[in-house]
């Protein structure tokens, strides 16, 4: 089974530190993996995603996250917090349609909360 | 371009009453999903669909249905509502369905059902 995981449920940085949100996950299969962003009392907000290629990945609002196949990982990493990253983030993983199913369908982690204190 | 729209943003129903969650999106997507999102949780799969005519289940179907009459609207109707479909549901759409797509999402509905 797929599944997720963002082992901190909260993330506390000060503003212009750098921060990381961790994902794990476990597919069987190669996989597709997203960020995504919620603001309170709004949808998902696409962030950033890794299809193949360069391990490095460069998103919205300064975000990048990287790629480690070993460590079956996909952290959320920025140089230089904001306050205005405060935000709930979730990590998504999906796989190419195999046999039997028609559907990339998205498996989210729980998401983790980001606060970035001035 | 408006993206994915929904409606209402926010539902009180009664146990036992029944509504339509509307979802709409204007990028000329065939694929669209319904998802809930409960506190603490991720978003989990409700149902989804590939076209206009083709629905198909996702992971917590009970008590929801869908239908897709055209390749714009994808309604979720909850029959019999019960105290376990409190939650914020959101409708998302995305080109094709293979993984490495992008899914868009709209900005939610916040049901509570008393």
């Known amino acids: 089974a797929q599944s997720v995981a963002q082992p901190e449920d909260q993330v506390n940085v000060a503003e212009g530190n750098p921060l990381t949100v961790k994902c794990t996950y476990s597919?069987?299969?190669?996989?597709?993996l997203f960020w995504y962003v919620q603001y309170p009392n709004r949808g998902l907000q696409f962030l950033l995603k890794?299809?193949?290629?360069?391990?490095l990945v460069k998103g919205s609002y300064g975000f990048e996250a990287e790629f480690n196949k070993s460590q079956t990982s996909f952290h959320l990493k920025k140089p230089s917090a904001l306050v205005s990253d405060s935000a709930l983030y979730f990590c998504?993983?999906?796989?190419?349609?195999?046999?039997?199913?028609?559907?990339?369908?998205?498996?989210f982690g729980r998401g983790t909360q980001l606060t970035v204190w001035p | 371009n408006a993206g994915v729209t929904q409606t209402p943003k926010f539902r009180i129903l009664k146990i036992g009453q029944s509504m339509t969650l509307q979802c709409t999106q204007d990028?000329?997507?065939?694929?669209m999903y319904w998802y809930r999102q409960d506190p603490g949780m991720g978003l989990k799969l409700i149902y989804y669909?590939?076209?206009?005519?083709?629905?198909d289940k996702g992971e917590v179907p009970n008590g929801y249905n869908v239908s897709r009459s055209t390749t714009e609207d994808f309604p979720l109707r909850l029959e019999l509502a019960a105290p376990s479909q409190t939650s914020v549901y959101f409708c998302?759409?995305?080109?094709?369905?293979?993984?490495?797509?992008?899914?868009?999402f709209g900005p939610g509905t916040r049901l509570t059902v008393l």
């Open positions: 998302a759409s995305s080109s094709s369905s293979g993984g490495a797509d992008t899914q868009y």
């Open positions: 597919v069987s299969g190669n996989p597709y």
């Open positions: 890794y299809i193949t290629g360069d391990n």
């Open positions: 998504a993983v999906s796989l190419w349609p195999h046999r039997g199913s028609t559907l990339g369908r998205l498996y």
């Open positions: 990028m000329n997507h065939n694929y």
């Open positions: 669909s590939v076209g206009a005519g083709i629905t």
